[in-house]
Each structure stands twice: as C-alpha cells, then as structure tokens.
C-alpha cells in the first residue's frame, strides 16, 4: 500500500457511507419508505424493454427527453417556468454536485458552506482539489447573514453551498438569505433543494430566484421525494450558461439509456408520489410533537427526517434502538441523532423501542 502514489488526502481513507444493517426497521438515510407502485413497476419494466433493445447504441448524451420532463415537473410543483436547456440531470445529486465543484472548484479555490450539514459536501470538494471552508449555524441551525458575509469576505468562495431543507437539521434558510449570499459573492451559489417537496407550506424553493440570480444552481433529487434513491437520478436548474458548462466536465454518456427510461417513467407517475409525499410530511409534523411531548429537544424540519436530542451519550441510544431492530442515524451535532419518517408502522416501532430505551434508563 505505501509504495502506491496515492494522493496525500486519500491516504487512509474509508469510503464514505452509513451503515447498511439488514435490520427490520431501516429509517437511517431519509429514503421514501414506500416502494413504487405496481403500476409504475410494470410501466417502467416496459420502458427498460424498449430501451434494452437499443443497448448496442450509446445513450442520448444530452438526455434531452428526460430534461424537458424535469422542467415539466419542476413547473408543476413551484410553478416556475424552465427551458431544457436551464435543466441538467446526472447519476444522483451527488453526480451533480461533484460536476458542479470539477466546473466552478479545483486547486487555488474554495467551497464555502455552514455547517452542521451534508457530510458529503468536503469529500466532493477533496476529490476536486477545492479547499473547503464552513461557517457555524445558529443555535437553531438558520444562517446568520452577517456572519454568511463576512465568511464570504473571509474566503472569497467560488462555490457557495447551501442545503435547504438541511440535511442533517430539517432547517430551509429565507430566499432573502440565498438573494444576499448571491449579492455578496462573484462565485456560484448552489442551494441542495434534495428535500425541497416535503417542505412546508409558505416555504418558497429558490427556483424563483433563477430568473434574477445569473449565478445560482438549485439541485434537486429523485431519491429522496420520489422514491427513487436506487436509480440514481439527479438534477440542476440554473441559467443556460451554467449548465452549458456542466455539460463540459461530464463524462461522455454519463446517464445510462436505462436511468433515462425509468426516470421519465417516474415523472409520469409524480401525482401518486406527491400524494406520499403528502402523507410524510404529515407523519414527520407528528412525530415531532411525539418526540417533543416526550420532553426531548427537536429541531424545526421541512425535510423527511426529524433531528432529535440532546443524549449525553448518544451512541447508547443509537445501539439500543438497533438493538430493538430500528436502526437510525448518529449524526449531526454532538448529542443529536437524526431520524428518517418511515411508514405508520415503522415510526411506531421506532416509538416503542425508543420509549424502551429511553425508559431502560441506561442513557
Ligand atoms: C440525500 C441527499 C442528496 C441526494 O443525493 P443523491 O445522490 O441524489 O441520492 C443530496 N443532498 C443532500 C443534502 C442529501 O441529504
């Protein structure tokens, strides 16, 4: 091993990842609890067919169908009107987001976000050589725009990174902030909208801002509100000139004829996944009122997961939930741990087996 010229920042290194536990109650990384409906199977099975057959051929580079669907949707849930050409898709937003950092990082520049968030965020910004800098969150995990700006004068940023709803707070920021963080900085500001349709209602998206911000890039995902974390589909929405030069650093056919096919197919079924996602964001409101009731601190979510606390020793709790065969997640602030909505009888079981564990008095 130490005779490969490995770069000095990967040198050991674990690949990143949580835990994938095969445990009966899974509610560690935020994914939709409810599979696809028969109906999309057997209409995506029929779409894979009919793209198998065409496998000996690459796909459509510029994924073009696929795009011009995107935008459909996006019109459909906040109304704002996109061009194909201001939609980018790519395998997962983390495809995205690394895109994003190979186009607007690399050696000698600086990717700012504020922190607790996205653990995945510095190691994007390690794989493209792009220093990495954060700013503290509030108490209540907001952004102060006082101290945002004085980071940004601090550090001259070229990539601004917010994340809204964040993850692993459930905390979407003003659009007032993301129109100052824009106003401050010559660099990109990327708002991570992964969470944006379990938002609550009066909580704006930051696609309203595209047509006056010529440096803003909203991504979005289908992995988390679309139930689709397993085909890898994620996208952007920026001015054209940003995406043009996503369109350069990307791998040539990055996105699979098959990734296309489904993802389309997904598209045509949004009213059914809106409607889950209408019954989560209602279970995510509820269990936070549980959790507070139950005299632990929760913090204010418009995502699909609920970060709770504080524990002295948080771990303990974690081991005894997986104990009782619910597994969460440990992360986040010290003393917190986050918790995705599941099913009504998943969110149950991890009731039960928190209220054992909590009683068992051992935290
Ligand atoms: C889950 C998540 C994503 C989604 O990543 P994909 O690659 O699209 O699965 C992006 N950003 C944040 C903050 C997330 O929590």
Redesign the pocket.
């Given at each position: 091993m130490t005779d490969l010229p490995i770069r000095d920042e990967l040198r050991g290194v674990e690949p990143y990842g949580a835990p994938q536990l095969d445990v009966p109650v899974r509610l560690n990384?935020?994914e939709n609890p409810f599979p696809p409906s028969e109906q999309l199977v057997a209409d995506a099975a029929r779409a894979v067919a009919h793209a198998v057959r065409d496998l000996n051929r690459y796909p459509d580079r510029e994924a073009t169908t696929l795009r011009e669907r995107l935008a459909g949707y996006l019109e459909g849930e906040s109304g704002v009107t996109l061009e194909t050409s201001q939609v980018w898709a790519a395998?997962?937003?983390?495809?995205i987001?690394l895109q994003i950092l190979q186009a607007f990082g690399g050696p000698g520049r600086t990717a700012l976000s504020f922190a607790p968030?996205?653990s995945?965020y510095p190691e994007y910004a390690r794989d493209t050589s792009t220093a990495w800098v954060t700013a503290q969150r509030e108490d209540d995990f907001g952004i102060d725009e006082d101290r945002a700006l004085k980071a940004i004068a601090e550090h001259q940023p070229t990539v601004v990174l917010v994340?809204s709803p964040?993850?692993p707070t459930g905390t979407a920021v003003p659009l007032d902030l993301v129109s100052a963080l824009h106003e401050a900085t010559d660099g990109v500001v990327v708002v991570?909208e992964?969470?944006a349709e379990f938002r609550r209602d009066g909580v704006p998206s930051a696609l309203s801002l595209l047509d006056t911000h010529p440096r803003l890039i909203v991504?979005r995902?289908?992995?988390?509100a679309f139930a689709f974390?397993g085909a890898?589909?994620?996208y952007a929405a920026a001015g054209r000139p940003i995406i043009d030069v996503l369109r350069v650093v990307r791998l040539p056919y990055h996105l699979s004829a098959v990734t296309q096919a489904v993802a389309v197919v997904a598209l045509e079924h949004a009213a059914e996944l809106q409607a889950r996602v209408a019954q989560l964001r209602d279970e995510r409101d509820a269990l936070a009122t549980w959790l507070r009731d139950a005299g632990l601190e929760v913090a204010e979510s418009d995502a699909n997961f609920v970060l709770f606390g504080r524990f002295a020793d948080r771990h303990a709790v974690w081991q005894g939930l997986l104990d009782h065969g619910v597994l969460i997640r440990e992360t986040g602030p010290d003393g917190w741990l986050r918790v995705s909505v599941g099913t009504p009888d998943e969110t149950t079981a991890f009731k039960v087996a928190l209220s054992d564990v909590l009683r068992e008095g051992t935290v």
């Open positions: 990384v935020n395998n997962g937003s983390n495809e987001m968030t996205y995945m994340a964040n993850n991570d992964a969470y991504t995902t289908m992995s988390k974390a890898r589909l994620g």
